[in-house]
C-alpha cells in the first residue's frame, strides 16, 4: 500500500470520468493571530494497492497540533480500491474536506494518514505569524 500523492489544497474534487483535480496547494497559512478559523481546507490523495492486498481499506487522518493533541476529530472512511487488471493492483482517489478548522496554536501541524490502522504518511501544515496576513474572517492561505 503505497500514497502516490498527497496534498492540502483550498479545493480539491474526483470528477464523474475518475480525474483528481486539485488547486490551491499549499502547506502553510499566514496568520495575523491564533486563535484563527480557516475556511475551507481539501485533503486529496491517490492511494495505490498491490496485488494481493485486497480491494477494501479503511482511511483515517488525523489533524494535530504541534503538542500531538487532536484538531479536528478523526476523518475515517471505508474505501474501494479499483483495480486495473490482474497483477496490476488498484488505485483510489480520494478528497476530504476540512470546513472551518479552528487553529489555537502556531507552528507545525499534521495531518497523519493511516490505512487500515497503520501509519503511512504524515503532510506538514505550518501555522505562522505574518505581519501581512488577511484579518481574521478572510480566506488566511
Known sequence: MRIMLAALADYA???D???????????AIRVSQVPIRHPMMALAMRIHADPGEGSTHQVTVRLVDPDGQEVLPELKADVQFKEHGPGEGGDVQI?????????????????????????VQSLSLWIRLSADAPPPGSAPS
Open 17 to 27: 470520468h475518475g480525474k483528481l483535480v486539485i488547486a490551491g496547494v499549499f502547506d
Open 13 to 15: 474534487a474526483v470528477t
Open 95 to 119: 478528497v476530504m474536506h476540512a470546513p472551518g478548522v479552528v487553529f489555537k496554536q502556531l507552528g507545525p501541524h499534521a495531518f497523519d494518514v493511516f490505512i487500515d490502522g497503520v501509519h
